[in-house]
């Protein structure tokens, strides 16, 4: 089973909320990835975590705070975001944080109004 | 620097007809090698890799890709093209970065529509 979920589908906040985005693995994999795609864009990398450690982190503005609670479990919180962090944010995991490939979740929709 | 280059943006094929979508990668390394795949507002799916060994692999979907080392590409192809193969279709290569980290670095995608 090669299967990565993602809560909610669909989220829709305001500037002052705070919310959070959940992704879950089940195959074993020792890395997950957050990734953020605007509209006919490639993914962009933005969280790392190998071992349920932080292990990258590409610049990201600190309203975006990722959280790995165990091995299979991956959460991105949400706080104060502008419009234009609307986006799809998806979800990945792999076997380990060398040069394996990478299964995305079907992602989480975000408007920021 | 690595990079990964489609140089098709869009590309619309008859169905039944067949399909070869451009990759060409810049990295100084052994390459590893991946095509993704994804329908609108949807995740990506993973159709093959590359990452030793026989250059030419095959995937899901009726899929295959070659990989060529002296063209730095890595070229996806369908023989025969199904209405539901219309999507975004994303090459990538895995690098290492100094640091001793690694990415996926992505090509900007070519998006595919399949004419009945």
């Known amino acids: 089973d090669t299967e990565v979920t993602q809560t909610p589908k669909h989220l829709v906040m305001g500037m002052t909320n705070k919310k959070s985005l959940k992704c879950e693995q089940h195959?074993?994999?020792?890395?997950m990835y957050w990734y953020k795609q605007k509209a006919k864009k490639p993914p962009e990398l933005m969280f790392v975590?190998?071992?349920?450690?932080?292990?990258i982190n590409e610049s990201v503005p600190s309203r975006f705070s990722p959280e790995c609670p165990n091995s299979s479990l991956l959460n991105l919180h949400l706080h104060a975001l502008q419009p234009e962090d609307s986006a799809l944010y998806l979800c990945?995991?792999?076997?380990?944080?060398?040069?394996?490939?990478?299964?995305f979740g079907p992602g989480t929709r975000l408007t920021v109004t | 620097a690595q990079s990964v280059t489609q140089p098709d943006i869009h590309i619309t094929v008859s169905e039944g007809a067949s399909l070869e979508l451009r990759c060409n990668y810049s990295?100084?390394?052994?390459?590893?090698l991946f095509w993704y795949v994804q329908s609108p507002g949807q995740g990506l799916q993973l159709l093959l890799k590359y990452f030793s060994g026989d250059t030419l692999v095959q995937g899901i979907k009726g899929f295959e890709a070659e990989f060529k080392r002296s063209q730095s590409s890595f070229n996806l192809r369908k023989p025969s093209v199904h209405w539901s193969d219309a999507a975004e279709y994303f090459c990538?290569?895995?690098?290492?970065?100094?640091?001793?980290?690694?990415?996926?670095?992505f090509g900007a995608g070519t998006r595919l529509a399949v004419h009945p």
């Open positions: 990538a290569v895995a690098a290492r970065f100094s640091g001793g980290y690694n990415k996926l670095i």
């Open positions: 990945a995991s792999s076997q380990g944080d060398t040069l394996y490939e990478q299964y």
């Open positions: 975590y190998s071992y349920e450690k932080l292990s």
């Open positions: 990295y100084g390394a052994t390459p590893y």
């Open positions: 195959m074993g994999h020792r890395a």
